[in-house]
């Protein structure tokens, strides 16, 4: 009998890519997930729930911006000549490299077929596996934006979860009572902001519940209440390490595949030119292996996937022993059932460790036999035990634990974009529009504002790879911000063919309410004590 239980988390996330042209490197960020980690995700959770000895169960996060591309049809309709494509290129694999390339054809093939049956729509499958008790869905904040830097206009919080709340629901099906805090990243009373969205449960970074107030007698071993009666859960890094450590765990094997060697590097420039590959980048055609600790790009060995598959079994065997050690030891010193709670980025499970969903694939299948019970977030709160009441302190995930990776020396400089813009909405909501174009205009602005702050883009500034990129996504979406809030303040005219394009790049949350910037009308009690101060 299993000692305790083991919450594995995964949050799926891009950002909204939609207004990349085709082709695009953006595009293909979306394009790369849908083929090696969301496909195969499902196809993994499915299969392993037709099979009566396997019980998976799996808490996943499907942020607003990753479900409006997953519903968006004429974005998806792209994907089969993308995978045409690559199928092309593979051809021009040299001869030492033919046996990982007619392995990588025909999971190409299959993923296709997979496309297709499911006639390219994604959103039935998972809202199934969440009818069939596998999957646990929660949600994340709207565009991903940092919520700890932008609280200086709770307006601006409020809007990116009721956004995020709404969308989940009209593309779900069910209103979520979970969220992913995005980048795990928490202030103090954000909890009132959660529950007051209807959100009941999150999680945190270690640290976010190790230096709660008070200090939590379990550890990260047991969920929490904070005083807004939100619960919390947190990271265990004992059952992360293995999983997402390249350096430290098992994607670092010498015989998984290797991120870093491509065909797009690899290639002729003017052969990707003819196939229709306007700049050089990484493909997803990826045919060799790890090979060694510190083996330069040039010395990587071919890939051989069925050495890969023996050391997966190898792997998951090893993690679900370490799971169960831990719990058994900690059932035998904390007095009640432990919880270990291991979360990820999905994205690391087949984009960045090719065999990530088949490593999950043999968890779930080795599970029953190493007696490692696995559970979704909301059964633990469902469970009817008492959590100690708590109030967790400011975190994150990034580097350094806190908010440095965001606010930085790289992109600071956006944070007061955003409060300027934040406070404009707010302003120009609480004072109302006339005209039924005029709210259209707000409306849009306000899904310019959500765009503008996805922490994606503050990533990619301070990690330095495509800032090019970045700074024009962020300058973009607050121009269009700023010409429509002129527009609706001093009758500024707008072109019918930029509100044409702004509408079709930034169509995504159909339900946005600009209401949501509105200042909630403060207590009568709060009213009379700013007075007398």
């Known amino acids: 009998m299993a000692a305790g239980d083991l919450a594995l988390v995964l949050h799926a996330h891009l950002p909204y890519v939609r207004s990349g042209e085709p082709g695009s490197l953006e595009e293909d960020w979306y394009f790369q997930a849908l083929q090696e ?64 390339a007619d392995d990588l054809r025909q999971r190409l093939r299959a993923t296709e077929e997979q496309f297709l049956a499911c006639e390219g729509d994604l ?47 009209r593309l779900l099906g069910e209103r979520p009572l979970g969220i992913w805090l995005p980048e795990c990243a928490y202030y103090e009373d954000l909890d009132a902001q959660l529950a007051s ?39 265990d890094s004992e059952s992360t390490l293995p999983v997402w450590s390249a350096s430290q765990g098992y994607p670092g094997d010498g015989a998984y595949r290797e991120f870093h060697r491509d065909l797009g590097w690899d290639l002729p420039e003017e052969r990707l030119e003819e196939a229709g590959i306007r700049s050089r980048r990484p493909l997803g055609l990826k045919l060799h292996r790890v090979s060694g600790q510190g083996c ?19 792997h998951a065997a090893d993690y679900l022993r370490g799971r169960g050690r831990q719990l058994e030891a900690l059932a035998g010193t904390i007095g009640r059932p432990p919880l270990l709670v291991a979360p990820f980025d999905a994205e690391l499970f087949g984009h960045w460790w090719f065999e990530g969903p088949r490593f999950l694939a043999e968890l779930f299948r080795q599970g ?31 580097q350094g634990g806190y908010h440095d990776y965001w606010l930085n020396d790289s992109n600071a400089w956006v944070v007061a974009e955003w409060q300027r813009a934040s406070q404009a909405m707010v302003r120009r909501v609480n004072r109302g529009v006339g005209s039924a174009e005029q709210r259209d205009w707000l409306t849009q602005a306000g899904r310019e504002l959500l765009l503008a702050q996805s922490s994606d883009w503050s990533f990619i500034l301070r990690a330095g790879t495509t800032t090019e990129l970045a700074r024009e996504r962020i300058h973009r979406h607050l121009d269009r911000f700023w010409r429509l809030i002129d527009a609706i303040d001093h009758g500024t005219p707008l072109p019918p063919a930029w509100l044409a394009a702004v509408a079709r790049e930034d169509g995504l949350f159909p339900l946005l309410n600009a209401a949501d910037w509105a200042t909630p009308p403060q207590p009568a009690a709060a009213l009379a004590s700013s007075a007398s101060g």
């Open 296 to 314: 330069p790009l040039e010395a990587k060995r071919p890939y051989e996937p069925q050495v890969a598959a023996q050391r997966l079994q190898e």
């Open 197 to 235: 969205c209807g959100l009941r449960y999150t999680l945190l970074d270690g640290h976010g519940l190790l230096h709660a107030l008070p200090r939590p007698r379990y550890g990260v071993y047991a969920p929490i209440c904070s005083p807004a009666g939100v619960g919390f859960f947190a990271r």
């Open 123 to 169: 959103l039935p499958r998972f809202r199934q596996l969440r009818r069939a008790g596998v999957l646990d869905l929660i949600t994340c904040g709207a565009t991903h934006g940092y919520l700890p830097l932008l609280r200086d206009t709770p307006e601006a919080v409020r809007a990116q979860l009721l956004t995020a709340v709404r969308e989940h629901q």
């Open 37 to 100: 980690c969301y496909l195969p995700l499902l196809e993994v959770l499915e299969a392993a729930a037709a099979d009566p000895a396997q019980r998976p169960r799996l808490t996943l996060g499907l942020s607003p911006t990753l479900l409006s591309l997953l519903s968006d049809a004429g974005l998806n309709r792209r994907f089969q000549p993308w995978l045409e494509q690559r199928l092309v290129l593979l051809e021009e694999a040299p001869a030492e490299l033919a046996a990982p």
């Open 368 to 398: 029953p036999q190493a007696e490692v019970r696995f559970t979704h977030l909301r059964d633990v709160l469902a469970g009817g035990q008492t959590l100690q009441v708590c109030r967790p302190s400011p975190s994150s995930w990034g």
